[in-house]
């Protein structure tokens, strides 16, 4: 049974740092594509960033690029996002995602390119 956890959300003012983590178990996921989503209130859940399999490549929402960073131990099926400069705009629950696909395709921002989900972490940025 695959089961994918989140921790290291929490409360932080502007211009703080969180770094999040996702541990997955259940198999292995060295060649999988991991990536994050989050859902601010009343919005609809987005894509933040995703990491392939054995090419780690990455990719990145626009207005995240340049203070977030993705990354991954395939050790530990452990996947990372380190959020720095972190604004009020970012608070939202973020989840993990893996996509049995391992590679960044044209579909990979899409969640229905995911096959397992986290159940969630919040992060709030105060003002």
């Known amino acids: 049974q695959v089961q994918l956890v989140e921790s290291g959300g929490g409360l932080v003012q502007a211009g703080g740092s969180l770094k999040l983590s996702c541990a997955a178990s259940?198999?292995?996921?060295?060649?999988?594509?991991m990536g994050w989503f989050r859902q601010a209130p009343a919005k609809e859940r987005e894509f933040v960033a995703a990491?392939?399999?054995?090419?780690?490549?990455?990719s990145y929402l626009g207005s995240v690029k340049g203070r977030f960073t993705i990354s991954r131990d395939n050790a530990n099926n452990t996947v990372y996002l380190q959020m720095n400069s972190l604004k009020p705009e970012d608070t939202a629950v973020y989840y993990c995602a893996v996509a049995s696909s391992g590679l960044l395709t044209v579909r990979h921002t899409r969640e229905d390119d995911y096959d397992y989900w986290g159940q969630g972490t919040q992060v709030t940025v105060s003002s």
């Open positions: 259940g198999r292995t996921f060295s060649t999988y594509r």
């Open positions: 990491i392939s399999g054995r090419t780690v490549n990455t």
